[in-house]
């Protein structure tokens, strides 16, 4: 899903915009939820879990983040979210 999703960016329809945010923002629920587990499973063997945290709480904030850049006057007249003309 993850290599053939961005495919769906070639098709110029609003549509195609909030599915590719809907993904990304699932995506970012995802890495919380995985980051989650492993930090569990470290406390419980007693390892240290704090690497985690540093390392894939900003791959689940950047993923989250990159949804925002449907939100953009350019990618929204390119997708056709707004017209050209429309005052945001």
């Known amino acids: 899903i993850c290599v053939l999703l961005p495919a769906i960016?070639?098709?110029r329809h609003p549509l195609a915009a909030r599915i590719m945010q809907l993904f990304l923002v699932l995506a970012s629920l995802e890495w919380l939820y995985t980051l989650y587990q492993y930090v569990v499973y470290r406390q419980a063997h007693g390892?240290?879990?704090m690497k985690l945290?540093?390392?894939l709480g900003p791959v689940a904030l950047?993923?989250?983040?990159?949804?925002?850049?449907?939100q953009t006057r350019s990618l929204k007249e390119l997708y056709g979210l707004i017209k050209k003309n429309d005052v945001l």
Do not use: E, K, N, R
């Open 9 to 11: 960016l070639l098709f």
């Open 47 to 49: 390892q240290d879990w």
């Open 53 to 55: 945290v540093y390392i």
């Open 62 to 70: 950047f993923t989250l983040l990159s949804a925002l850049v449907f």
